[in-house]
């Protein structure tokens, strides 16, 4: 699928601490032009909620990734907590397409959201998350055009009432 390139890679996916960077080593990506390239770590540009990759077309067909030993309870532990948390805080109880939003600075978008009275608001089949608002789920067979109308109205009400530009 040409410009849609892997989720977590293409924009360096991270929550509660880690990020996708911090256990990459490369990936292998068919470009649009029909190239093939191996990128190393440092060939993404990995940043907050990005990579180089989002300049470019293409679709990653393999990656590796460089994970390290550890305790086998201890990461079980790990795992729990992790799963705990995002039990508690998101709406995995719906199909979503995860948190929409980058974090403006000095800001957090869920709050904004919910500040702006948006929490629960419904789009065709898509509604910001009662549960998070940084987060649109499927309620009813959202179709993308639900999804893009619902994120540029947000987007919209958010910088009328706050004058802070949410990136997706």
């Given at each position: 699928i040409p410009g849609s390139i892997g989720g977590a890679i293409?924009?360096?996916a991270g929550a509660y601490g880690g990020e996708i960077k911090d256990v990459f080593e490369s990936c292998d990506v068919l470009w649009a032009d029909g190239t093939f390239e191996t990128l190393a770590l440092e060939k993404l540009e990995f940043s907050y909620r990005h990579s180089v990759s989002q300049e470019r077309k293409g679709v990653v067909l393999s990656v590796t990734f460089a994970l390290q030993q550890g305790d086998a309870s201890?990461?079980?532990?790990?795992?729990?907590e992790l799963t705990?948390?995002?039990?508690?805080k998101q709406p995995l109880e719906y199909p979503s397409c995860g948190s929409v939003f980058k974090r403006p600075?000095?800001?957090?978008?869920g709050k904004l959201i919910q500040d702006a009275g948006l929490q629960g608001y419904i789009q065709g089949g898509a509604q910001i998350s009662t549960k998070h608002a940084g987060l649109i789920v499927n309620i009813n067979q959202a179709?993308?055009?639900?999804?893009?109308?619902?994120i540029r109205y947000i987007q919209?009400?958010?910088?009328?009432?706050?004058?802070?530009k949410l990136e997706t």
């Open positions: 293409y924009m360096n201890a990461i079980k532990a790990q795992m729990d705990h948390l995002r039990e508690s600075e000095g800001h957090f978008t179709t993308a055009t639900d999804y893009v109308t619902l919209e009400v958010i910088f009328e009432k706050y004058q802070v």
